[in-house]
């Protein structure tokens, strides 16, 4: 069993669209979070949840909203894309909010706006 | 503010002999440090971590990285590269305490020639 899906692997719209990637995690975790893989493979913190608290957001433009249904689910919605948000953006989860936990990535989306 | 450096960004080896991917950091007090791998159009996978104790860290698929306080380094190493160990490695460094995000290094490209 793939411990952190995503959904869809591949997404590829136009300017102007609103989308939103799935991502769950079946590993019982309480903290989950969105990364953004810029072309440069350079990765950055988006989001991070804890029991669907918001703790950390980054200097993230608010057309990205995350939404947590429940602790196994972290949700990425984006409003009006632009051509800079093409990227690879990967959900990962951990036990908790401590520090010396390890990550555990999904597989990554990769979104191409045209 | 805590930062991490991968001061090389390819690292090429011959099979059979030992690899080191370098990493050094910048943060205050005593960090956790992580290394993850990333292979092609995937995401990223745990190898292993420094929490405390012996400087001397082992993980997994026979990589070890050594922990430095006085150089603040944590390389990574392999007595002996395999062709599979080619992939994209990532140095990451977090602050002790509770709700602080991890910061990933620029990753280096490891080849394995045969």
């Known amino acids: 069993d793939t411990a952190v899906s995503q959904t869809p692997k591949y997404l590829v719209t136009q300017m102007g669209n609103d989308k939103s990637i799935k991502c769950e995690q079946n590993l019982g975790h309480d903290t989950m979070y969105w990364y953004k893989q810029d072309s440069k493979k350079f990765l950055k913190i988006m989001f991070s949840?804890?029991?669907?608290?918001?703790?950390i957001n980054e200097t993230v433009p608010n057309r990205f909203s995350p939404k947590s249904p429940d602790k196994a689910h972290l949700n990425l919605h984006i409003n009006s894309l632009e051509l800079g948000d093409s990227a690879v953006y990967f959900c990962?989860?951990?036990?908790?909010?401590?520090?010396?936990?390890?990550?555990?990535f999904g597989p990554g989306t990769r979104l191409t706006v045209t | 503010a805590q930062s991490v450096a991968q001061p090389e960004d390819q690292v090429n080896v011959a099979e059979g002999n030992p690899l080191t991917v370098k990493c050094t950091y910048s943060?205050?007090?005593?960090?956790?440090l992580f290394w993850y791998v990333q292979y092609p159009n995937r995401g990223l996978q745990f190898l292993l971590k420094y929490i405390t104790g012996d400087n001397l860290v082992k993980g997994s698929y026979g990589f070890e990285a050594e922990f430095n306080k006085s150089q603040t380094s944590f390389h990574l190493k392999k007595p002996s590269a395999l062709v599979s160990d080619s992939a994209l490695y990532f140095c990451a460094v977090r602050d002790r305490g509770y709700n602080n995000d991890m910061r990933f290094g620029a990753g280096t490209r490891l080849t394995v020639k045969p």
């Open positions: 949840y804890n029991n669907k608290e918001l703790i």
């Open positions: 990962a989860s951990s036990i908790g909010l401590a520090g010396n936990y390890e990550q555990y």
């Open positions: 943060v205050s007090g005593n960090p956790y």
